[in-house]
């Protein structure tokens, strides 16, 4: 594996730049070894300090798992689920990123994998649908945390049957930014019994709608829930974002 040699200035970038391009492209598979700080001062033309610089930032993007003194140098690493958690979550978070951005995205995270599920459900996945179900029904009876943890099942059940890990994992770290929501709109309400079952009629007729390979209505019932459950909380000005997604 031969890379080019880079312009000095912000230097590491551009070393960045290629060993990404090379793993991305497969030129660089998991497990394969970068060659040591020495060859890559030698092929890119830089200094060590420059060559650190850009295993540093490459490590801490988990493309690459770098130990000092490893005479056989850094291992490219796999793509992981979990970087990719930590990423979007970081970004979920950022200032710059507000409430009406939040609901949009898992508007169109969750109608998206509704259609999916609704078209490519197992009867394996049917039976954790009915069983989340089930066990919503029970936490309301039995208080918000049971009842929570079964609505998160139901969900993560959903996206699980998109057979698409990217929509797991994305719909998974923006529900849990937005989730705290929940438990204000719950711990507000005058009747948290007549929330409950709102929210349970509502799981039952996505749950209907995947049965029966209804993919264009179990996404429109995903979006306008999360509309009717949260756009309360976005300043009106900015609720247009969300409209059109009704």
């Known amino acids: 594996m031969k890379f080019e040699p880079v312009a000095p200035v912000r230097a590491y970038e551009r070393i960045v730049e290629q060993i990404e391009e090379a793993v991305v492209s497969g030129r660089l598979k998991p497990g394969e070894r970068l060659p040591g700080e020495r060859e890559l001062m030698t092929q890119f033309g830089v200094g060590r300090s420059t060559v650190r610089e850009a295993l540093r930032v490459l490590q801490a993007a988990e493309l690459i798992r770098s130990r000092p003194g490893d005479p056989r140098g850094p291992e490219v690493l796999a793509a992981s689920p979990a970087a990719l958690h930590r990423s979007m979550h970081r970004l979920a978070r950022a200032d710059h990123v507000g409430l009406a951005e939040l609901l949009q995205f898992r508007m169109v995270l969750d109608g998206s994998a509704h259609l999916l599920a609704a078209q490519l459900r197992t009867d394996d996945d049917l039976s954790a649908l009915d069983t989340a179900l089930a066990a919503m029904r029970a936490g309301a009876e039995e208080g918000f945390a049971q009842f929570s943890h079964a609505d998160v099942a139901f969900h993560e059940t959903i996206a699980r049957a998109s057979r698409n890990p990217l929509l797991v994992v994305s719909a998974e770290v923006v529900r849990g930014v937005v989730l705290e929501l929940i438990e204000d709109k719950l711990s507000h309400a005058r009747d948290r019994s007549a929330l409950m079952q709102s929210w349970l009629r509502h799981h039952a007729e996505v749950l209907e709608a995947v049965r029966a390979a ?31 997604l009704l």
């Not at 306008?224 to 459950?229: C, I, M």
């Open 214 to 244: 209804d993919g264009e209505l179990a996404a429109r019932l995903a979006r306008r829930a999360l509309y009717d459950n949260y756009a309360e909380y976005v300043p009106e000005g900015q609720r247009a974002l969300l409209t059109p």
